[in-house]
């Protein structure tokens, strides 16, 4: 295969008249006044995480001495902690700034993961078709009838869990609605006539594959980019909050409210504070991708 | 219509095949040596083998597999590491609880999602549109477990409104099902709506209002019937979908249902049961699927021509 073709299709975007249509997205975009809120507080909650070190006013691992009761209860939120101290007496706010570095990492990195496995899948089964690509749609709608919760915690608890393997985890059961949407887009592609076009014309399979049919596959990959973070936000909340997220000291939003699941009572700062970053995170991506979608779709513009 | 059921018969049997073979590589793969937690510490390599040879493990993959299936057509799933019982017993004793809520949760989310699109959907690109939809990604975005706590921390304990988790009548069900139906109510207003928007744009829509048909008869009644299609397809899919996400519900609950059991059985990793749940639930969420292509046609006399 020629590998050029590869190459190439990165530089399609180069063609005149893309500039415009991404600056005319672009403009669309800023004119949704609930989508660019979220993405400023998509940016707050980046920047936290990547200044965490800076602006968190604690060690976030450091148990102390005052940061709980005389009666070893944790502490509300006080001047000297601003969110109140967990059941160990550490310092609740350092330990969501750097519990936002766990959520991003592993929302981005198997989020990725799963769209670029999916997109592969995807274009796989809808345009080499025949055995391979009918195994390979087979394949996908039989996982997509396995419970994904539940085959998470069953990988989860095959491997110990640490950061990554939470990530690849996640990716493993998240690749199935990506595989799913690029399939029927790449299928609905290679049936349409400007490819029947460009194939009479003598094109090989490489050259109408990496020019013309993944360079439309982009925007749904770029939602999808976006989109599917929520989904692994939460699932890794969920995950963290069974016990069976990344281990502890190592702070994650999720895993903050199974620590003190026994006290939220007494504490519900504990569980409010964390529960609140978990749905900002989760909202703003789906927010934001959700205006992505309407923007870049053509087939779905005032409809989501 | 026969044929079509038949087909999607043949489809999800091969689909139950294919799970089983996941499940079984699941625990073939589990590193826990079954025979080693059997034997003991201080058992000799003789023990081991001949314990390794009674249980069968010592025999080529595809005939362990084969046995599997068969002990599974048998409805054996295997005995529970902890507790010293069947896994399909534990189970079976569990469902009840499962299935009450499962309801429950289905009924709240059809009431709050059905109703939200539709009013979404006819007021389209206005204010209380937008309004629904943030409200429905909030509900798809909030995490279950923070759901539940708030709920319990909101209406039991504060307010006491409500028991503070248990099992129990309808007093002890309400938290547990909307807390369950939250994010399907989001997913089902959005549904509901992109489904009613693209129905209320066909041809026959045009009729009916150009009749003079009162514009709540044209949404609830001509509209409607086409567009809720979709959204029972999902129900379908959701009965599976609960079955899995009832382990954070009944977790924070304190729901003696299976969720409870598969959390139970994270914590102490009782691979058994954690792999007998995940066999049911995607059995449930195939007969499910099954279920919504035999309610359809009813639905929609289109489909019966198939």
């Known amino acids: 295969m020629d590998c050029n073709y590869l190459l190439r299709s990165f530089f399609y975007f180069d063609l005149p008249g893309i500039e415009f249509a991404v600056s005319y997205a672009w403009r669309k975009f800023l004119r949704k006044k609930v989508a660019v809120t979220a993405a400023g507080v998509l940016a707050v909650i980046i920047l936290a995480a990547v200044f965490a070190p800076v602006l968190a006013p604690h060690d976030p691992y450091e148990q102390f001495f005052e940061g709980l009761t005389l009666q070893g209860a944790p502490l509300p939120p006080s001047a000297e902690f601003f969110l109140g101290t967990d059941l160990l007496g550490r310092d609740l706010l350092s330990r969501l700034l750097y519990g936002a570095r766990t959520s991003l990492i592993i929302g981005v990195v198997a989020n990725g993961v799963a769209v670029l496995l999916g997109t592969f899948l995807g274009v796989i089964g809808g345009y080499v078709g025949g055995f391979i690509g009918g195994a390979v749609m087979r394949f996908t709608d039989l996982m997509m009838a396995f419970p994904a919760l539940l085959l998470a915690i069953a990988l989860a608890a095959i491997f110990t869990p640490s950061l990554w393997i939470v990530a690849l985890v996640i990716a493993l059961v998240n690749w199935v609605w990506v595989a799913r949407v690029i399939y029927a887009q790449t299928r609905s592609l290679a049936e349409s006539e400007f490819i029947e076009a460009v194939r009479s014309l003598g094109a090989s399979w490489p050259r109408i594959l990496f020019l013309h049919v993944i360079p439309h596959l982009a925007p749904t990959v770029f939602v999808w980019s976006t989109l599917g973070i929520s989904t692994t936000v939460l699932l890794e909340a969920t995950l963290s909050f069974l016990g069976i997220g990344v281990r502890p000291p190592m702070p994650s939003w999720g895993g903050i409210i199974y620590e003190s699941q026994s006290y939220f009572l007494d504490a519900p700062w504990l569980v409010f504070f964390p529960g609140l970053a978990i749905l900002m995170l989760a909202l703003a991506f789906n927010l934001v991708g959700d205006a992505l979608r309407d923007v870049l779709d053509p087939t779905q513009r005032g409809r989501g | ?306």
């Open chain 2, 1 to 306: 219509m026969f044929l079509f059921l038949a087909k999607r018969f043949g489809a999800s049997g091969l689909i139950v095949i294919g799970i089983t073979f996941i499940t079984f590589l699941l625990s073939y793969f589990i590193p826990a040596d079954p025979v080693r937690m059997l034997a003991g510490r201080s058992a000799t390599q003789e023990t081991v083998e001949s314990i390794r040879h009674q249980l069968g493990l010592d025999q080529p993959l595809p005939v362990q597999y084969l046995k599997y299936l068969g002990r599974l057509v048998q409805g054996d799933l295997g005995r529970s590491y902890k507790q010293k019982t069947q896994v399909a017993e534990l189970i079976a004793s569990r469902m009840p609880a499962t299935l009450k809520l499962l309801v429950g949760a289905i009924f709240f989310e059809v009431l709050f999602g059905i109703p939200a699109g539709i009013f979404a959907a006819s007021r389209r690109g206005r204010k209380a549109d937008n309004l629904a939809m943030i409200a429905s990604f909030v509900g798809v975005s909030a995490p279950q477990f923070v759901v539940g706590l708030l709920l319990l921390w909101v209406f039991a304990y504060k307010m006491a409104l409500y028991p503070l988790g248990g099992y129990g009548g309808l007093s002890h069900l309400i938290l547990p099902a909307v807390t369950l139906g939250i994010t399907g109510g989001g997913w089902y207003s959005r549904m509901m709506r992109s489904s009613m928007v693209d129905v209320l744009q066909q041809d026959y829509i045009r009729t009916a209002r150009a009749k003079g048909v009162r514009e709540s008869a044209v949404v609830l009644v001509h509209g409607l019937r086409n567009a809720v299609l979709p959204v029972i397809a999902m129900i379908g899919m959701d009965i599976g979908f609960f079955m899995s996400w009832t382990v954070v519900v009944e977790s924070v609950y304190g729901w003696p249902g299976i969720g409870q059991l598969t959390w139970q059985s994270i914590q102490v990793i009782d691979t058994p049961v954690i792999m007998g749940v995940t066999l049911v639930a995607a059995l449930a969420i195939v007969i499910g699927n099954f279920m919504a292509d035999l309610i359809m046609p009813l639905i929609d006399p289109r489909l019966r021509v198939r």
